[in-house]
């Protein structure tokens, strides 16, 4: 084996790994979108709130918008880094708790950059990071892993929804 291939399978090991993470991300954070998130958007008071932030965040600076994302992406970062030392720690339930919140930073960002994202794609550096971001995960949702995860989930699910109605009578 030479120097080139041994490179190659170092790459393809931390892709893979990339690969595994960014599934056990995406698929816990439909699940939280899912059941939490939606739920929370049906109540009529809350569009209007939501209307009434997207109306001042876009009227903010986009420097201030991108402090008060990126202090968010810190916290919900260390959140994810406590929730995984109280796993190493074996406490289960904490760590599903805390993981959970994590996603709440998580989602007011997902709000306030989708509310500022055309300002803050004037920035140079922001607008490099973002767009290398995006053709990141595309590289990783075509990854060979992913492919096949995504495939036996599909598989999974389409079987036990079968059962479901074989149940129901």
């Given at each position: 084996?030479?120097?080139?291939?041994?490179?190659?399978?170092?790459?393809?090991?931390?892709?893979?790994?990339?690969?595994?993470?960014?599934?056990?991300?995406?698929?816990?954070?439909?699940?939280?979108?899912?059941?939490?998130?939606?739920?929370?958007?049906?109540?009529?008071?809350?569009?209007?709130?939501?209307?009434?932030?997207?109306?001042?965040?876009?009227?903010?600076?986009?420097?201030?918008?991108?402090?008060?994302?990126?202090?968010?992406?810190?916290?919900?970062?260390?959140?994810?880094?406590?929730?995984?030392?109280?796993?190493?720690?074996?406490?289960?339930?904490?760590?599903?708790?805390?993981?959970?919140?994590?996603?709440?930073?998580?989602?007011?960002?997902?709000?306030?950059?989708?509310?500022?994202k055309e300002e803050l794609?004037?920035?140079?550096?922001?607008?490099?990071?973002?767009?290398?971001?995006?053709?990141?995960?595309?590289?990783?949702?075509?990854?060979?892993?992913?492919?096949?995860?995504?495939?036996?989930?599909?598989?999974?699910?389409?079987?036990?929804?079968?059962?479901?109605?074989?149940?129901?009578?």
């Amino acid at each position: 084996m030479n120097l080139n291939q041994i490179k190659f399978k170092i790459f393809r090991f931390f892709i893979n790994i990339t690969a595994i993470i960014y599934l056990v991300f995406d698929e816990t954070f439909v699940f939280v979108y899912n059941n939490i998130a939606k739920s929370l958007a049906k109540f009529p008071s809350l569009e209007m709130i939501k209307e009434y932030w997207r109306i001042k965040i876009s009227e903010m600076n986009k420097h201030v918008v991108l402090v008060f994302l990126l202090s968010h992406l810190v916290v919900s970062e260390l959140l994810g880094i406590l929730s995984f030392m109280l796993l190493a720690k074996g406490l289960i339930i904490p760590f599903v708790t805390l993981y959970i919140f994590k996603f709440f930073p998580f989602f007011l960002m997902k709000f306030v950059f989708n509310c500022a994202k055309e300002e803050l794609l004037t920035i140079g550096w922001f607008n490099y990071c973002y767009t290398k971001t995006v053709q990141f995960t595309d590289y990783l949702k075509e990854t060979e892993i992913v492919v096949k995860v995504k495939e036996y989930k599909d598989s999974v699910l389409k079987n036990v929804s079968k059962i479901k109605d074989l149940i129901k009578f």
